[in-house]
């Protein structure tokens, strides 16, 4: 009776456990999102080995709709990865903390509240194919200017009559990302997570090279605020809310 348990472990330690796939294409895009409609977040060249953390389904490529969720937190067209089988060979992004960022639970360092609003940041960036590049900047921009809360503010009032969490004081500035109501005039978009989010987007894509900027210099390029620093210093916490939110 003792001879399986010990050859069970003998056997496990010289067998290595195989966590990492080979790229067969020539260059491979990984995208924002299981899909090729997603914008390109990088490329592997043939052979190499990247892991898989989870995978989803997505686009069809080549009559195969599974698409794998890479270490470095983009998608990969599950026909272009050898795996053995054409087949799911680990969870399923979204379930156990896969990373879908619509399930239940806070994210990173965050409360039931602001998890809420984060995930609604998150799921903005998501619809609007903005990749991590877009949910970075969305999440850092609002953790500087309101800890991802919706504020009111007296010296709008018509602030006060929406769903809030907070009082604030600042010139005309409401919501989570602060939106002034002289500049953002529709007080119920700026007073909503999802929608004062797609008015920061639309702001960010019409900056040249947001793309590839650095994180902290697109948000105050978006906000222009009187302390430019502030965004770079919550991007390490963006990073974390963004990857549990799925990008």
């Excluded at 069970?8 to 796939?21: D, E, G, K, Q, S």
């Excluded at 990865?81 to 969870?91: A, E, H």
């Amino acid at each position: 009776m003792l001879f399986t348990p010990i050859l069970a472990l003998a056997f496990a330690a010289i067998t290595p456990i195989v966590n990492a796939y080979p790229i067969t294409g020539s260059v491979v895009n990984c995208r924002s999102g299981p899909g090729t409609s997603h914008s390109v977040v990088k490329s592997y060249k043939k052979g190499t080995d990247v892991k898989i953390t989870c995978q989803t389904s997505g686009t069809s490529v080549k009559g195969n709709n599974i698409w794998d969720k890479t270490s470095d937190g983009c998608y990969i067209a599950d026909y272009y990865i050898r795996t053995g089988v054409n087949d799911y060979v680990t969870k399923k992004c979204g379930s156990s903390g896969g990373g879908s960022g619509g399930g239940k639970g806070n994210l990173p360092g965050l409360g039931a509240t602001q998890s809420k609003h984060a995930k609604a940041i998150i799921g903005e960036a998501k619809k609007e194919g903005l990749g991590r590049q877009g949910c970075l900047a969305g999440i850092a921009t609002a953790l500087v200017e309101s800890n991802i809360y919706i504020y009111a503010n007296k010296k709008v009032p018509a602030s006060l009559k929406y769903p809030h969490d907070k009082v604030g004081s600042d010139y005309d500035s409401v919501g989570i990302f602060q939106q002034r109501a002289i500049y953002y005039p529709n007080i119920a978009a700026d007073m909503d997570a999802a929608k004062s989010a797609a008015q920061f987007f639309k702001q960010m894509k019409n900056i040249k090279g947001w793309k590839t900027m650095e994180v902290g210099k697109l948000c105050q390029k978006v906000q222009v605020s009187a302390y430019p620093s502030r965004y770079s210093q919550r991007v390490a916490e963006a990073k974390k809310i963004c990857a549990a939110g799925g990008l």
